[in-house]
């Protein structure tokens, strides 16, 4: 503290608006109706194919996309990626966690989007072992 300065209070900011993340809400519950769906096939006790085996290893893939994250399309992964400031620290759902954090409100819209395209994505790629 400098005594030869005043201490202010921060200047206000404006009020975080209100976003929709139904589209995302929406892709975990299809998730999860689908895991559940796996899980019984699982529980049969019938060992799995050389290809549900390869998608099985290959799933994870769902959750990235060729364009990458806003500011870093080098990171291509939408349900966890290092934080733009936090170094190799995790973030999940960067694109939106980091849209809210840096206040750029259009482009959270956006990132909800991606962020449930992804994870329908794997949604549908559970749904496909299940139904093997």
Do not use: C
């Not at 200047?11 to 608006?17: D, I, M, S, T, Y």
């Not at 796996?38 to 290893?57: K, Q």
């Not at 954090?101 to 749904?127: H, P, T, W």
């Amino acid at each position: 503290l400098d005594p030869t300065r005043n201490i202010v209070p921060p200047l206000k900011k404006a009020e975080v608006p209100y976003f929709n993340f139904a589209p995302l809400k929406n892709a975990l519950d299809e998730l999860k109706q689908a895991a559940a769906s796996y899980a019984d096939v699982v529980a049969s006790g019938l060992p799995a194919s050389e290809s549900e085996n390869r998608l099985l290893y290959t799933s994870e893939r769902e959750l990235t996309r060729d364009d990458g994250l806003p500011g870093r399309p080098w990171f291509t992964h939408h349900i966890y990626a290092p934080g733009f400031y936090t170094g190799y620290g995790v973030k999940t759902i960067p694109g939106v966690r980091e849209a809210i954090e840096e206040r750029q409100y259009k482009l959270v819209e956006d990132e909800i989007f991606v962020a449930a395209d992804v994870i329908s994505g794997m949604a549908a790629r559970v749904r496909e072992l299940a139904e093997r």
